[in-house]
């Protein structure tokens, strides 16, 4: 196969985290792997270096102001940034490709693409509108996303999504999606974390081995169901003292989960990759009860380590979950569906350890970043 050259536009990357950074830098990992050449423009939310190459991925950074507590990082025209400007106006890469819509660093993608004449392509990640909790924001966020996604469209007019359901939402701005270009896992990459065996939470955390560990691993917000999911265990515990809620991750709502922190309920903040690896392997139940996602990079990490997953059809989780002989999808997130799906769950040891051999076997299968990257080429 032909080799290539790619110009990602993601708003966000590393050191950032989230899920649409780990999507572009794994696919962009896998892309350099197969000899192709791979540029990242980005904006400087965690005011790293300005520019580097690591790994074979070259990365431009543009200063910007980080709104909604850096949810919404917005480019400042620098002097770096038109350094960069120009500097791209120089190359011609084989496509662009652009992650999120809701960013007006997509829409400098787009414009740079379709100036250069070069093919672009949007990648959605999102499942519904960003939520700011408060109606009267609400009703402004969607407002800007529709006309920015109006934008977006005469820009360009191939759509992806990292899932079946991303697709169905892009619906919602009457956009026919081409296809899935699913998020996906590295399972080597996991294998060799696993052998490390960084910590032991059992041992940490005087959990018996008997007791069985519920976790929860990404950014801390409101609109990923952490409190639904805390208050669920809490409930449960007070019947079942045999329950721990362990909790991987950072976020706006930090505080407010610290303040749930009890004997069962461990907080254990933001904690690197090999620990969450580790954390997942002592997992028995994963519940991600969240109102919105695309294809939860947590949900693919808690397969891989083989941990029973439970999460609602807000998203594309369902696509990996499709029975319930692979795990739970839930109808709804609210507090009572909550906790009597984990209460059906708990005492079905011998139906959970099935579950999960079906659901790695599913996972292996279709998502891989080698398989992601292929099906990218061959577009």
């Known amino acids: 196969m032909q080799k290539k050259s790619y110009c990602f536009f993601s708003a966000q990357y590393l050191p950032h985290m989230g899920g649409v950074e780990n999507y572009t830098y794994h696919l962009a990992k896998e892309l350099v792997r197969r000899g192709n050449k791979v540029t990242i423009v980005t904006s400087n939310v965690e005011n790293v270096d300005l520019y580097e190459k ?35 106006k120089k190359r ?30 949007f990648i959605e990640h999102g499942t519904g509108h960003l939520s700011l909790h408060n109606p009267v924001l609400d009703n402004v966020e969607n407002i800007v996303e529709h006309s920015m996604t109006l ?13 079946n359901a991303c697709l169905e939402w892009l619906q919602h701005f009457h956009i026919n999606g081409k296809g899935v270009l699913y998020n996906a896992i590295d399972l080597e990459d996991i294998k060799e974390k696993s052998e490390k065996k960084v910590k032991d939470y059992r041992k940490m955390y005087n959990i018996p081995q008997k007791a069985i560990i519920i976790s929860f691993t990404g ?52 904690i690197n990759s090999e620990e969450i690896v580790a954390l997942l392997n002592q997992t028995d139940i994963f519940c991600l009860p969240s109102d919105s996602e695309g294809m939860p990079t947590s949900v693919l ?17 369902k696509e990996l979950i499709c029975n319930k002989s692979y795990g739970i999808i839930m109808d709804s997130n609210d507090v009572t569906t909550v906790e009597k799906t984990l209460k059906r769950a708990l005492p079905k040891g011998e139906e959970r350890k099935k579950a999960v051999d079906l659901t790695y076997q599913r996972l292996e299968n279709m998502f891989t970043w080698e398989k992601v990257a292929e099906k990218l080429m061959n577009i």
Do not use: Q
């Open 151 to 163: 934008v977006e469209k005469k820009l360009c007019n191939e759509f992806y999504g990292v899932s």
């Open 219 to 270: 950014r801390l917000l409101k609109e990923k169901g952490i409190f639904k999911l805390i208050n669920s265990v809490e409930n449960i515990i007070n019947e079942n003292s045999n329950i721990y809620l362990l909790i991987a991750g950072d976020g706006p709502e930090w505080k407010n989960v610290k303040e749930k922190e009890s004997a069962h309920i461990i907080v254990l903040g933001r």
């Open 92 to 121: 011609n890469y084989d496509m662009v490709i652009v992650n999120t819509r809701f960013y007006l660093h997509s829409i400098y993608g787009a414009i740079y693409a379709k100036k250069k004449k070069i093919r672009c392509i």
């Open 301 to 317: 990490e808690a397969a891989a380590c083989k941990a029973y997953i439970i999460t609602t059809k807000k998203g594309g989780a």
């Open 54 to 88: 690591k790994e074979g991925i070259e990365v431009f950074r543009i200063p910007c102001w980080n709104l909604l507590d850096g949810r919404f990082p917005v480019l400042k025209v620098s002097a770096f940034f038109l350094k960069v400007n120009k500097e791209l």
